[in-house]
């Protein structure tokens, strides 16, 4: 048997390629395990997903070099955001100027993250990639951890990390449960052109019975995702380029003007998973292997990056401190702040998605109320811009300064003085008919 590893990653994602990039730099002996060929990390495939990337994301990524090697061409900013909802015109905003940033995030193709990261861990000569490698058992002891290759090999390391997908095979052989959620939903990704701007404006479209989302490209091109139950997703695929043209044309209502697709359309169910654990001994998950999301609140791979930062910035500190890279109490450590980093937002999203996918009357109601509200609280819209952006994830919780905004809260009061303060307390404009739209 060779010389043990520190590190071993199962999976060459974003996550596991970020990850390795993070450990670079470190005295430590790293390999990935993949089972893709060489040719396809170094020229990854167009697959139609575009990736919103905060302003936390874009700066990890920078620190590792792999922001540099992506063409000015392929990165779009996201200046403005509009959520809509049924047929009415009425909309929840956010702007740049609003958040006083540059930008409220970037829109980057999934292929050529891929590619950055892999020619940033390909020039460090520390990491091995392993590619077209299977792995067939994981296992570990006090010691190290043991992975069994298809070609009978047996690897070992200090830490073994799995990022091998949201239905990660590594998480199963080791145990972890996670909890996984179908949607029967499908979304049909492509990328379009259009006659008209969308000035970097992305759009999201809660249609009654299916979404549809916009996400700015540069030029005259938009990311489109529409997102309809699985059962419908096969007829949207097939469709003709015309067929197609013409039912987006029709669901945006002009509001690009005449549309035209350009390439593939690619076609993805959507399941979310959160695994219960992130660590055990001598083994962690991070990326979609530990929390695999729901696209519409676009946290997915922003979560993922910030994750093996996490991890990586644990590692670094034992490196430094001579301590065991792979102990239980930093593992545990990792999975404490990466489980508070993740577990609202999972479920928080799992919530919209049920919101705003259910057609119930009282649904469409607290929805147009939830839209309202978040347009008229600012406390509420600044939280949701700063989950969004990931900018200053130092300032103080919004959430403080819109409970300061509420009156106190006596031990007993009669519901009919409680009504009669809370109608005293809200501005008209947040009377509860003109939060429905009735008044």
Known sequence: MQEPYDVLIIGAGPAGLSFARSLADLPLRVAVIERSSQATLADPPEDGREIALTHLSADLMKSMGAWQRIPDEGI???????????????????DNETADLDALGYLVPNHLIRKAYYEEVASHPQIEIRTETVVEEVNTDEQFGYVTLN????????????????????????????????????????????????????????HYGRTTAILPMNGNRSSIVVTVNSREAQRFAEMTEAEFNHNIEQQLDGLLG????????????????????????RFALIG???VGMHPVTAHGFNLGLRGQATLAREIA?????????ASEQLLKCYESEHMRA????????????????????????????????????????????????????????????????LPPVPDFVPVDRVKQKVEQFLPEKLHPLNVLGLK
Do not use: W
């Not at 779009?76 to 956010?94: Q, R, T, W």
């Not at 350009?262 to 959160?274: C, D, E, F, N």
């Not at 500190?317 to 890279?325: F, L, P, R, S, Y």
């Open 76 to 94: 779009s900013p996201i200046e403005a955001a509009k959520v809509f909802d049924g047929s009415s015109s009425y909309s929840l905003d956010f």
């Open 151 to 206: 070609n009978g090999e047996v690897l070992q390391a200090s830490l073994v990390v799995a990022a091998d997908t949201r239905f990660s095979e590594t998480r199963r052989k080791m145990g972890l449960s996670a909890t996984m959620r179908d949607f029967s939903r499908t979304a049909i990704v492509c990328r379009m052109e259009h006659t008209q701007p969308h000035h970097q404006s992305a759009f999201e479209c809660f």
């Open 258 to 281: 005449e549309m035209k697709l350009i390439g593939k359309r690619h076609v993805y169910p959507l399941v979310a998973v959160h695994a219960n654990q992130f660590v055990a001994r």
């Open 288 to 290: 979609d292997s530990a």
């Open 317 to 325: 500190n034992a490196v430094a401190e001579g301590q065991d890279i």
């Open 342 to 405: 993740t577990r609202v937002i999972y479920h928080g999203t799992n919530l919209v998605v049920g919101l705003f996918t259910n057609e119930t009357l009282a649904a469409k109601l607290a929805r147009k109320a939830t839209l309202r509200l978040a347009n008229n609280i600012s406390p509420i819209k600044q939280l949701i811009t700063t989950s969004l952006t990931e900018k200053d994830m130092t300032r103080s919780n919004p959430l403080q300064e819109l409970k300061s905004h």
